[in-house]
């Protein structure tokens, strides 16, 4: 840890933890970012001190994934690493936030690394300071009734608001590696309506599971489980979402992607959530759930299914496995204790193949997509050194079975994933070239032409 | 929860079933369905921490067992040379884990099908008082604009 520059980060850091205290009803992404974004191109934090921050507490990964979103994309990173300190029962929220393509298309890798280790060491610093204010009132008696200022945070908790804004991002990718012409109200209209649908499965979820919620540490203080609303009012939200974000998508985009959201939703609520308690399967549910997303994006854009939108959900359904299995390697404790049926629980060996396995296909993968003409050439060379790095942690991971192997790729997927597909963007096959290929899927004009009437 | 309140309080986490008890508030003119809702919470509250309640100490009990065994068969103490409480790292752990889940997984099934009818019920009986009292004031706002 670098002494010398340590003045100025609690400083900045401080700047967090009061704004964050004072302002808990109020969504504090935007803030946030401007703070972390200063405090970055100061570079006064060095990536050591960071590193320690992480070191210090010990992380119990959630899965949340899935349980967080609609998990449309289960997966997206999981908002949520709660940490157990040994001394009290504080909860720390650590909280890898979703990578925003305007950071980091202005920074370098190394400078981005940096990045969301602030990100995420500061969260857990700010989140500590809230923490401790909150588990005092957490030992009170409180009435039940629902105040209008709380609303907004108690539904954006409820609706798990920062993973279905991940899960929107999946879907704009899936929306921009469509090789069609950009359409704005179509873009906007599939990320609104997804992310409606994302809302109301993971209000469902959370209405399900409150007994086993409370039982965990990771999803202690959900808003149901906190009796801070009732359980009628999270499936009238959960309605009240579901049913314009799904009209929105069959109406106002194409009744195919209506059809796979809602599809989605029920795989979310009706089959991921019951198959959790029931058997290890759920996690290939639970992929599939994640890997609908961008395959949405797609048929908003092109009106279609085809092989395109197999192959990111593919890729995105590969990325869940080693995503997951890794973070609930830590988990195992809480899980036998809940009842959940998981592969690390149950089938170790079975969780580290799988995860090393799905390491693997996403190289493969990276190498169909030029194939499909989705890509140039230049996607899977580029994309091999991610690939293989996390390869390369699938296989410590298999081999060595232990906490921080397992830790090393649960936080290698999170910056994994929106890097392959930043890269997979930025090597997309241009429309221009297919033109003169004359490659150009003329369905996806009628499609854009469809779009614009109302 | 104070006497002149009128709504249901809720209080921190039992230390058993790490659930939170709720205290339902009994309104003077309670209709009977109001009386079906909360003897359904009421019920569903009780046999909820029953259940956990009874889990959880099992879990913590075998989980002691099982360290005492591992750490005897091992030539270990309960508690070191520093009176620190000896414990096993997550691989050792690990095989517990799995036969804990797979002990109780029949348990678990009866309960989740328990727990998903108390919970629709509660929801849908939620919903009809929620229903039967937006009427009634409906009516009420009817009949004094009348006056």
Redesign the interface.
Known sequence: MSATRRCCPPRALAGLFVWRVRNTGVPQIPCRFVHIYHVANNRLITFQYFNFLKRMYVTQCNKDLRQRAKPKSDSTVSPFHELQQLDQEKKVVHKISPVSPIHQLGSETSSRNELREMKSAAETEGSVIQVGAESKEDRQWKEMKLRLDELPGILARLSKIKLTALVVSTTSAGFAMAPVPFELTCFLLASLGTGLASCAANSINQFFEVPFDSNMNRTKNRPLVRGQISPLLAVCFAASCGIPGIALLTLGVNPLTGALGAFNIFLYTCCYTPLKRMSIANTWVGAVVGAIPPMMGWTAATGSLDAGALLLGGILYSWQFPHFNALSWGLREDYSRGGYCMMSVTHPGLCRRVALRHCLALIGLSVVAPALDITTWTFPIISLPINLYISYLGFQFYRDADRSSSRKLFFCSLWHLPMLLLVMFTCKKSLLEKEDKGDLPGGGHEAAMEIRLP | ?PAH?H???????DRH????P??FYVPPEESALERRLREARQEAQDS?QRF?AR??RA?RQEKEEFIYSRLKAKGLEMRDESGHKATLN??E??D???D???K??KK??Q??RD??KH?FR??FL??QV?LVRALRWLRWRKKNVGQ
């Open positions: 929860p309140s709504s249901d309080w809720i209080g921190p986490p079933s790490n659930l939170r709720v205290i909820n956990w889990h959880n879990f997550a691989e752990m690990a517990f884990y799995k804990f889940l797979s109780n997984l678990h099934l309960y989740n727990w998903y919970n509660i929801t939620m919903g929620a």
